[in-house]
């Protein structure tokens, strides 16, 4: 099938800023005796939303969290994560470059567990907000990854069949969203080893997500 749409992971992908987000969980979760070391991060909860990465780390914690004191955490995160990036451009080397040359042939989105206010931040500092034709954030779909809603929505907001994106991540979770909502992977080893990457196909770099690659990619069966 011919590829019409290609639609980005944020974190991890386009931002080095999954060691910022570790920062501040660590920060919050502190008087509760709790520090998740990078392995654990990566391992259990990169990929969640916050709203899900709280929730897994009270069930795995044993930590009385109500949703209200939920909430509060992730308001409270998001203030001091946002005052992180503010201070710094945290998108990869590669990610402008990449984001200009295949949005010069295709139409540009996001699909992230990232609040939009997040990513908005870190694209307009970079230049690059008005290269996406739309963002899908956290809690703006029933469930996040990695089930299948943002990419469907993705998809949806593009005007094309799933079939027809190109979807690239950086972790399992992501990848099985996109897998199964039906559109073609890329993973980049940004996070987790290659070998462990369930995908179409595996790259190192955003300098290897090129428009010779993805026509590779969409004429392999």
């Not at 920060?27 to 509760?32: D, G, K, Q, S």
């Amino acid at each position: 099938m011919d590829i019409h749409a290609i639609v980005f992971d944020f974190d991890g992908v386009l931002a080095d800023s999954e060691m910022l987000h570790l920062r501040v969980y660590n920060e919050l979760l502190a008087p509760a005796g709790v520090t998740l070391s990078t392995e654990e991060y990566c391992e259990r909860y990169l990929g969640f939303d916050d709203e899900g990465a709280f929730q897994q780390i009270a069930r795995d914690r044993n930590l009385l969290l109500g949703d209200e004191e939920i909430e509060m955490l992730i308001v409270e995160k998001a203030r001091r994560f946002e005052a992180l990036v503010a201070a710094s451009n945290v998108l990869y080397p590669g990610a402008a470059a990449c984001v200009g040359r295949l949005g010069a042939e295709w139409p540009l989105g996001i699909a992230s567990g990232a609040r939009r206010g997040e990513i908005e931040l870190m694209l307009r500092g970079a230049g690059l907000l008005d290269a996406f034709r739309f963002i899908v954030a956290a809690g703006e779909t029933d469930n996040g990854k990695p089930a299948p809603g943002p990419y469907l929505r993705a998809a949806e907001l593009h005007g094309v069949p799933p079939g027809s994106c190109v979807a690239i991540e950086d972790s399992h979770a992501g990848l099985e969203s996109a897998r199964t909502a039906g559109m073609r992977t890329v993973a980049l080893s940004t996070t987790y080893p290659r070998d462990t990457l369930v995908a179409d196909a595996v790259i190192g770099s955003l300098d290897e997500f090129t428009v010779e690659f993805i026509r590779r990619l969409a004429d392999t069966p």
